[in-house]
């Protein structure tokens, strides 16, 4: 009975953070299986579901598009006491650097009950814009899914936050994933 929940998603999440620290020795990795007809399927985990008529992302189909949209050039350290976030207090976390749109890109993934608060300090980096850009998926229901009926039931938000200095002063909230993208 697996399905393309929220608690499935956000574990993919967390997962792909591990891919993209790892970028030096994991070059490609693929989501499958990719399309579903709603009534004519062998497994129900995938990707886009459809009908004759409508088609919608599950959960998953979000983060997987988050991830392709939002990659850089080069792998930068997230870290938390000098050790890559890997879900310490239910954190995970990868920051890459775009040099093409020299933005750094930064993922997190708040995989906890509880609201976290983030402190992010960038070192390293020249001036940094005053806002960032953070695309976030979140649903307080892990077996929270998407459907022909409702193809947004989980779906990312987007807004602008102010940046003071160097330091991002975030708070993610439980059962979440964000990409924050600003210019350095």
């Not at 409702?150 to 975030?170: R, Y």
């Amino acid at each position: 009975d697996n399905k393309n929940n929220w608690q499935c998603a956000l574990a993919e999440a967390a997962f792909m953070t591990g891919l993209e620290r790892n970028a030096e020795v994991v070059t490609m990795c693929s989501y499958a299986p990719l399309f579903a007809h709603s009534e004519g399927w062998q497994w129900t985990p995938d990707l886009i579901w459809f009908d004759n008529l409508r088609s919608y992302g599950t959960p998953n189909y979000y983060v997987q598009k988050l991830f392709s949209t939002n990659k850089g050039t080069q792998v930068l350290p997230m870290l938390t006491g000098n050790k890559p976030l890997t879900g310490q207090k239910g954190l995970y976390a990868s920051a890459v650097l775009d040099s093409n749109t020299k933005e750094a890109i930064l993922k997190l993934v708040n995989s906890s009950s509880t609201p976290q608060v983030s402190n992010i300090e960038l070192k390293g980096t020249g001036k940094i814009s005053p806002t960032a850009k953070v695309m976030m998926l979140a649903s307080p229901n892990l077996e929270g899914v998407n459907s022909l009926d409702d193809p947004q039931a989980i779906h990312p938000s987007e807004e602008t936050i102010a940046i003071k200095g160097k330091k991002l002063n975030l708070i993610l909230p439980p059962h979440s994933f964000s990409v924050i993208r600003l210019k350095v």
